[in-house]
Structures are given as C-alpha cells and as structure tokens.
C-alpha cells in the first residue's frame, strides 16, 4: 500500500504525466521493495504554492506505508530528491516531506484494512 502523493507549482505537460507517474512507481518499489502492483501515486501539479516566500519551483511529498523503516527515511528523502530535481527540476531545499507509517488497521483496501 505504499503511497506517494506528490504536489508541486511546477506544471507537468499532460503528455509527460504518464511517465512521470510510471517511474515514481517505480522508484517507490524499488526503495521500498515492495511490489509496483500496490503502489499508488498520486500527482498534483500546478498547485498553488509559497515556500519561504517565493514562488520558484517548490514540492510537498507525502509517502506512507506500511512498517516504513524510520531508520531508512534519510536515504528514502534522498532518493526522492533526486527524483524530483530529475523529473522537476526543484532543488532539495525547496522540498519537504512527510513520512508516514499508519497502523495497518487505520489503512483501508479492498473493503476491509490491512
């Protein structure tokens, strides 16, 4: 159940949007290593934003998961920056993340929770 949810003012051409989302995919199993089949990712572009008082390329990623290793987020937020100074071109003091581990009962799939 892993997920990513990705907000950026950068705006993201529609053509380029499958791409994107596909190697976010991707890159969240891989560090995770968990399979790409329960990876969800979710991209909002073009999001009204400020972050220090400018408006210059910025991004808020959420990623939860299930058991996500606390000990693993520095290399799990570096991995991610590269990712969106690659695909976005923001550098990684104008990126914040959220790590989040919910309890497996509080995340929902398939009618029933984890």
Known sequence: MPTL??????EIPVDQRPQILEEASST???????PKDYVMV?????????????????AFLELKSLGLPEEKTPDLS????????????IPQERIY???????????GWNGGTF
């Not at 949810?5 to 950068?10: C, D, E, L, M, Y």
């Not at 969240?28 to 968990?34: E, N, Q, S, Y």
């Open 5 to 10: 949810i990705i907000q950026t003012n950068v």
């Open 42 to 58: 979710i991209l909002k572009p073009n999001t009204d934003m400020l972050f220090a008082g400018k408006e210059t390329p910025l």
């Open 78 to 89: 570096a991995t991610l920056c590269r990712f969106m100074k690659t695909h976005f071109g």
């Open 97 to 107: 993340i959220e790590f989040a581990s919910p309890p497996r009962h509080m995340f």
């Open 28 to 34: 969240v199993a891989g560090m995770l290593g968990k």
